[in-house]
């Protein structure tokens, strides 16, 4: 195949913009949260598995580099399904005027985080009582 | 004149060989997953440190069974749909292609197969 046709559009000297930037990053946490099930499958396989097991994969849990980890897929998530109304609503033929998909954006950001932050509060609050 | 019938041409045509589905689904999942994701997590803190047998209790009643089932469904039905398009997106080598295709495909069922199995051995009181 020929490769003397010009390549559009050159990523690596495009100003990243917020348009762009969250664009990719709906797809990175896409597949950072398809990582992550297996988390979830643990957890559940475990639970299945009877009390020895559940009190094992609490240990694990207990850890703070999967800790770590667990708040990096919170903030997936919650990005994810912030980003994903987003996608819905221009699915639904609203939110397309640049000012709007530039202040909806920006209003993903923050609510991720303050929706991460919120979780894990409630988490160490829990935590710290019990 | 074509012996095609029209809807024999309007099915499976298109780059994607299959119409809008793949599309449609992958909404229908998504609006299904902001309901079920959100309850999941909020409803998960309450048992933040509970020992097992409150855990199991909790899955056993018979609308948190069902919902759970139906999480894990739209979960990992919703992660094949997602990762094939990256896939399709960014993977040319026709082998390579094809390959983590299946292995999408693999990980998404036993994952699914996986989550719907534990849940009902919970919920039928094995655990």
Redesign the interface.
């Known amino acids: 195949m020929s490769r003397s046709k010009p390549l559009s559009p050159h990523l690596q000297v495009y100003r990243p913009q917020i348009t762009s930037v969250l664009s990719i990053t709906h797809?990175a946490t896409?597949?950072a949260?398809?990582a992550g099930?297996?988390v979830?499958?643990y957890w559940?396989?475990s639970?299945?598995?009877?009390?020895d097991a559940?009190?094992a994969a609490?240990g694990v849990f207990s850890h703070g580099l999967v800790k770590l980890l667990l708040v990096g897929w919170t903030w997936a998530?919650f990005y994810h399904?912030c980003n994903?109304?987003r996608?819905?609503a221009w699915?639904a033929g609203y939110g397309f005027k640049i000012s709007t998909v530039y202040r909806s954006g920006y209003t993903v950001i923050v609510a991720s985080l303050v929706l991460t932050g919120l979780?894990w509060a409630?988490?160490l609050a829990?935590?710290g009582g019990? | 004149m074509s012996l095609r019938s029209d809807l024999g041409r309007v099915k499976g045509l298109g780059a994607a060989h299959e119409g809008v589905n793949h599309w449609r689904l992958q909404r229908l999942t998504a609006v299904a997953l902001i309901l079920l994701a959100l309850w999941f997590v909020t409803t998960l803190m309450s048992l933040i440190g509970a020992p097992h047998e409150k855990v199991v209790a909790w899955v056993g009643q018979i609308h948190v069974t069902v919902l759970l089932l139906a999480l894990s469904l739209a979960l990992f039905w919703h992660l094949k749909l997602g990762l094939q398009v990256v896939i399709e997106d960014y993977v040319h080598t026709p082998w390579l292609l094809i390959a983590a295709q299946i292995a999408v495909r693999a990980f998404a069922a036993l994952g699914a197969l996986v989550a719907v199995v534990s849940i009902l051995k919970i919920s039928v009181g094995m655990s």
């Open positions: 797809r896409g597949i949260l398809s099930t297996v979830l499958l559940l396989a639970a299945a598995g009877g009390s559940y009190a609490q998530f399904l994903g109304l996608h819905l699915d979780i409630c988490v829990k935590l019990a």
